[in-house]
């Protein structure tokens, strides 16, 4: 009898916990999308990171000597 | 690979896109085995059915207050040496922190209802922990008001630190004042007070809900390094514009 008094309230309470998580992993995922995707973008128009740009360049300069 | 190797933004990216699809899969295995226990377990002698609602405000408690120590952690590396990973662990446990912060006190109020006949009182532990939400809600403010990183990491740094003082008070709130809160009863000298059946599934629960932390602070931590490398391009694209 107790427990179908309370369950409301304990049901509650594990929809808000499904809820909550539900947003955590929500979140995380579509801002690594979102993340993942603009650097692609920016990479794709040219701009690199300065190590990755170096990596790149050495590795022109490399094939130039071997050339 | 060592914990200094990590500090290296980019080997922390390789080690979190090796790691996180086994934790989330650890994670799922710990909340299916931490779900079975918590409903197959017997109600207790006082509360009845509504215990099984602390097997989601406990661990979120716990987690509330372990984020906020992560930050604090993280807040003298920024702050002492100014380390690049510090402010990304900060920011990235904060949004963490507050949420499982906020479903601590959801299901407390729930649980208080039934319980107490009410769902709110201005009791030291249930005001604390009130504090540490708004505490939060402050620094993750402080993140987004600030758009310098570097600057908005050491305010959200020192903001941090002095915020650390509300762990201990949360803590001891139970012992220092008279609350309606009961006193701690898991970890505690002389043992825990509750008996296996429920203690069990509890830390069971607590495990999976520390395991999924650890898994969105990799997750957001990852984020977060691609969305300085993403600030930093556009700022030359922008300076290539000018």
């Known amino acids: 009898m107790e427990a179908i008094n309370h369950l409301p309230f304990i049901v509650a309470s594990y929809a808000a916990a499904v809820v909550v998580v539900g947003v955590l992993i929500a979140w995380v995922a579509i801002d690594f999308r979102a993340q993942r995707r603009a650097l692609a973008e920016l990479e794709m128009r040219g701009f690199a990171r300065r190590s990755a740009a170096a990596r790149s360049d050495t590795t022109l300069a490399q094939a130039k000597e071997q050339a | ?242």
């Open chain 2, 1 to 242: 690979m060592s914990l200094t190797d990590l500090a290296n933004p980019s080997r922390f990216l390789k080690f979190a896109n090796r790691v996180l699809p086994w934790l989330g899969g650890v994670t799922v295995i710990a909340f299916a085995i931490g779900l079975n226990q918590a409903m197959g377990a017997p109600d207790d002698y006082q509360q009845g059915a509504t215990v099984k609602i602390m097997y989601l405000h406990v661990p979120s408690a716990w987690l509330g207050m372990l984020a906020w120590g992560v930050m604090s952690i993280a807040a003298l590396g920024t702050l002492v040496w100014r380390h690049p990973l510090a402010d990304v662990a900060a920011k990235s446990a904060a949004p963490l922190g507050a949420a499982f912060t906020l479903l601590c006190l959801v299901t407390g109020a729930l649980w208080g209802r039934p319980e107490w006949g009410t769902y709110w009182v201005w009791d030291a532990r249930l005001t604390s922990e009130l504090v540490l939400f708004l505490l939060y809600l402050g620094v993750i403010a402080l993140w987004r008001t600030v758009e310098d990183p570097s600057r908005a990491a050491r305010a959200a740094a020192i903001l941090t630190l002095v915020g650390a003082v509300d762990l201990p008070i949360i803590k001891f709130s139970v012992d220092w004042w008279n609350t309606l809160h009961q006193g701690e009863s898991v970890f505690r000298f002389g043992g825990s007070t509750i008996y296996p059946t429920i203690l069990v599934p509890l830390l069971v629960m607590a495990v999976a809900f520390t395991l999924l932390f650890v898994t969105l602070q990799i997750a957001a931590m990852r984020n977060e390094i691609l969305r300085r490398r993403v600030r930093t391009l556009r700022l030359m694209q922008a300076q290539a514009a000018s």
